[in-house]
């Protein structure tokens, strides 16, 4: 069963809703990452992004370099 989360909203006397994505019931959602710095002028960074449901999920990694001259 999927929910969506609403928030009623008031701007100079005007009621307003704003309604995000559905999430799902029982659902699980989780991210983990490093930074790290390899060398003097070098750092690294490595994250994952998880969301787990009974009939859906996503994930997503994301890896950076960053180097300063």
């Not at 989360?5 to 009621?15: C, D, H, K």
């Not at 309604?19 to 799902?24: D, E, I, N, R």
């Not at 991210?31 to 002028?41: F, K, L, S």
């Amino acid at each position: 069963m999927e929910m969506r989360p609403v928030i009623e909203a008031r701007l100079v006397g005007q009621t307003f809703y704003v309604a995000g994505l559905p999430f799902a019931r029982d659902s699980l959602a989780g991210d983990i990452g490093i930074h790290a710095a390899i060398a003097d002028r070098i750092d690294i960074r490595l994250a994952y992004q998880g969301f787990l449901a009974q009939d859906w999920q996503g994930h997503g990694l994301q890896a950076g370099l960053n180097w300063c001259l």
